[in-house]
Nanobody
Framework: QVQLVESGGGLVQAGGSLKLSCAVSASFLSMNYMGWYRQAPGKQRELVASITSGSNTDYADSMKGRFTISRDNAKNTVYLQMNSLRPEDTAVYYC???????????WGQGTQVTVSS
């Protein structure tokens, strides 16, 4: 089982920035998918951004131009740079990865992001 530990969440004012990190216990050489999802109270978990082994990225429409997903293969860490934060970005943010042979993805415990107006 792959272990993931997110960090970097916190309280920020609207318009501010945060950078989330996700440390992964397995080599990125085995990963074909890495992503960030979020879940706000009373809402379903939704995709924020993803990156494949081929470095193809995908973003939810409301995050395009504001959020950037990246990875450091040497550190086995996935990042989410979040700029121009809005109160509606308030949620628990989860990191997820999937190895090429996994039927299911592995998930972190989540990190809270709160954006005040």
């Amino acid at each position: 089982q792959v272990q993931l530990v997110e960090s970097g969440g916190g309280l920020v004012q609207a318009g501010g920035s945060l950078k989330l990190s996700c440390a992964v216990s397995a080599s990125f050489l085995s990963m074909n998918y890495m992503g960030w999802y979020r879940q706000a109270p009373g809402k379903q978990r939704e995709l924020v951004a993803s990156i494949t082994s081929g470095s193809n990225t995908d973003y939810a429409d409301s995050m395009k131009g504001r959020f950037t997903i990246s990875r450091d293969n040497a550190k086995n860490t996935v990042y989410l740079q979040m700029n121009s934060l809005r109160p509606e970005d308030t949620a628990v943010y989860y990191c997820t990865v999937r190895r090429t042979w996994d039927l299911n993805a592995s998930w972190g415990q989540g990190t809270q992001v709160t954006v005040s107006s």
